[in-house]
């Protein structure tokens, strides 16, 4: 059964950072592309990043290219995704997704 299980979030100010990590279980962590998904209220699931199987490459949306890293580690199955210099606009709930799966979601709030 694939477990995909987000932590991390909170509440932070403009211009702070946030780790997020996601552990992943059930599949074969290291044959999959993992990614990092978000949703705004009212908005639609955007993909934020991913990263691809050896980790050796990663690719961001616009709105967060400069700002935000996302990694993997294959030996414990966990991707991270590194938040920096977050803005109001960031504030949404984050996805981890890999293996045609989701996870439940963590919420991150940048309010000042």
């Known amino acids: 059964q694939v477990q995909l299980v987000e932590s991390g979030g909170g509440l932070v100010q403009p211009g702070g950072s946030l780790t997020l990590s996601c552990a992943a279980s059930?599949?074969?962590?290291?044959?999959?592309?993992m990614y990092w998904y978000r949703q705004a209220p009212g908005k639609q699931r955007e993909r934020v990043a991913h990263v691809t199987r050896a980790g050796d490459m990663s690719y961001y949306a616009d709105s967060v290219k400069g700002r935000f890293t996302i990694s993997r580690d294959n030996d414990r199955n966990t991707v991270v995704l590194q938040m920096n210099h977050l803005k109001l606009e960031d504030t949404a709930v984050y996805f981890c997704?890999?293996?045609?799966?989701w996870g439940q979601g963590t919420q991150v709030t940048v309010s000042s």
């Open positions: 059930g599949f074969p962590f290291s044959r999959y592309i």
């Open positions: 997704r890999g293996a045609d799966s």
